[in-house]
């Protein structure tokens, strides 16, 4: 697993949860913009149909 994940899905048991939320959005959000980024540059880029 990653490490990163791991942390965010068993967090130590001194971390608040507010923290250990706000890590788990950070997560969550910074996966979705670098996929958004790598299938525009698919499409939009590398690969224009006709």
Known sequence: MN???G???RPPPN???R???LRGLGIVAAA???WAAVFYLAT???W???
Request: proline share 14%.
């Open 32 to 34: 979705m913009v670098f």
């Open 7 to 9: 942390r965010w899905l």
């Open 3 to 5: 490490p990163l994940l």
């Open 19 to 21: 923290r250990a939320n």
């Open 44 to 46: 939009v880029r590398f």
């Open 15 to 17: 971390e608040p949860a």
């Open 48 to 50: 224009t149909l006709p």
